[in-house]
């Protein structure tokens, strides 16, 4: 064992970060109000909250105090076990991060962050992107300039700094080839996808109105079937869906539109795969490194596994159409199994990248993958963004885009500071492809339960093999321990080719 005082140095250190946990989870549900529910008039006074928040987490974690910690904790390292070891290394990261920030910079960014956001929802509201080009400049260069300092204290180029920070130990020069080869492949599979669909005759939309309060209420029953515990969240509007909150008060939010419940219904229970992630990470870590998610790519993999591999399944159809049609009182042709399925496989060249299907998603990943890119790199000037982004949308999904608000408008990401974010989605297909294919080569009977609406086995081994796991190993660590190898591309294409393509 440690002496005492190695000893406690690191249960020190444990404490200290329990403390900026906790000041990091009253961030983010102020953050989550902030973006879903508050009205525009509170918007200053949460700015100033926010960033003061911000800044006496960052201080404690950047303190002279907290490298004294981490310096004497490694001095006995080989006498912790793993999930101190690993909750050692991860406090260590954050605290290299984050003293590459000071607090009057930490400050500055987060206000710019606020009046970026806000000034966006006008400018998406009203499809004008010149009322955000001067806020989104701002945060931009704040962002470049958070991108070079942690480049420097890593060795990491600014791209690979901010990527690192939304997928650990991801670098553009590893990512490059996966999504070019994606962009390559895609647009000839879309061609052949969209042929062989028109040959089956279009789908028919059941007629609504579908009531918001309905299917708010259908949204919450599957919520239930998926494991979703409501003791520990909640379902919210808000303009863009997303998941927020902290483990044990998760908020996940959507938006309806009355004439069409299914858009609305798999928003929702894509939502509810990165809240049964959250609230499955490791209790006994709660408010420490180690027990947060795993990045990015992991996290989309668990939304993307329960909405596209699962519940556009016929399997799952089979188990939730008769719910759907009871709910809304449907009946006829529109309601039938193989309609819906054609409704929730219906493959077509569209602008808003979160309602987009599974063949075309990553060519609006790919997309902003690169514009970002460029962006820090400092080739694309943020005011040129609008005309950038329609040409790129032309040569990559083929269709002209309309306005702004359709356009380099539609998602908060980059009127938020997330630059180095959008390839996780991608990545994240691509591993949520690769860990069914594992559970249900596991577990066989898995589609068979989903059928039933049983998602106990499905859950359990994704439980077991990811939630549990927290931060203990690193993303390539945990998807070959999970699949029995590294990420690849095949599962993923093969699911696409045997959805879309099946004849």
């Not at 590459?100 to 970026?116: G, N, P, Y």
């Not at 798999?266 to 809240?275: I, P, S």
């Not at 106990?456 to 190993?473: A, E, K, M, P, Y």
């Amino acid at each position: 064992m440690p002496d005492a005082p190695l000893s406690d140095a690191y249960h020190n250190l444990e404490a200290r970060f329990r403390r900026i946990a906790l000041l990091g989870e009253a961030e983010a549900v102020l953050h989550w109000d902030y973006a879903a529910v508050m009205p525009t008039g509170g918007a200053e006074a949460r700015s100033e909250q926010l960033a003061e928040l911000k800044a006496i987490s960052h201080g404690l974690l950047v303190g002279a105090e907290t490298s004294d910690l981490i310096a004497a904790a490694k001095q006995n390292i080989t006498n912790l076990d793993a999930w101190q070891a690993a909750n050692l290394r991860e406090i260590e990261r954050l605290h290299r991060r984050s003293s590459a920030l000071d607090e009057a910079f930490v400050t500055k960014q987060s206000r710019a962050v606020s009046t970026c956001e806000q000034a966006w929802r006008r400018a998406r509201a009203e499809s004008d992107f010149s009322i955000v080009a001067k806020p989104l400049e701002e945060l931009t260069e704040l962002v470049r300039e958070e991108a070079t300092r942690i480049g420097e204290v890593f060795g990491l180029d600014p791209y690979d700094a901010l990527l690192d920070s939304y997928e650990p130990g991801g670098r553009a020069a590893n990512i490059d080839p996966v999504l070019d080869d994606l962009a390559a492949y895609l647009p000839g599979f879309l061609e052949d996808v969209l042929e062989y669909q028109a040959s089956r005759g279009p789908a028919i939309m059941p007629e609504g109105p579908f009531p918001e309060e309905t299917q708010r209420a259908l949204g919450i029953r599957f919520m239930g079937v998926l494991g979703f515990d409501f003791e520990r969240g909640r379902l919210d509007v808000s303009h863009h869906p997303f998941c927020g909150g902290v483990p044990d008060d998760v908020r996940i939010t959507t938006r309806y539109d009355e004439n069409d419940f299914t858009s609305a219904l798999m928003g929702v229970l894509h939502e509810t795969g990165h809240a049964l992630y959250e609230q499955g990470l490791p209790q006994e870590w709660r408010l420490q490194p180690v027990g947060s998610a795993l990045g990015m790519s992991i996290h989309e993999s668990q939304s993307l596994l329960m909405e596209m591999q699962v519940c556009r399944s016929p399997q799952f159809i089979s188990f939730a159409l008769p719910i759907i049609r009871e709910t809304f009182g449907g009946s006829g042709p529109a309601w039938e199994p193989d309609n819906i399925l054609k409704l929730y496989h219906k493959v077509e060249r569209s602008y808003i990248r979160v309602d987009a299907d599974e063949v075309t998603y990553p060519l609006h990943v790919i997309l902003r993958y690169r514009l970002e890119k460029d962006i820090i790199a400092g080739k694309l000037a943020t005011n040129d963004l609008p005309e950038a982004w329609n040409a790129a949308f032309k040569e990559l999904i083929g269709i002209d885009v309309p306005d702004d608000a359709q356009g380099c408008l539609q998602d908060l990401h980059w009127y938020d500071g997330d630059l180095g974010y959008f390839p996780t989605y991608t990545l994240g297909a691509m591993t949520a492809a690769q860990l069914y294919q594992a559970a249900c080569a596991a577990h066989p009977d898995i589609p068979a339960s989903i059928t039933r609406g049983d998602f106990s086995v499905l859950l359990t081994w994704l439980r077991d093999n990811i939630h549990g796991n927290g931060r203990l190993l690193s993303g390539a660590e945990l998807l070959t321990r999970a699949t029995g190898r590294p990420l690849e591309a095949a599962p993923f294409k093969s699911h696409l080719k045997a959805r879309y393509l099946p004849d």
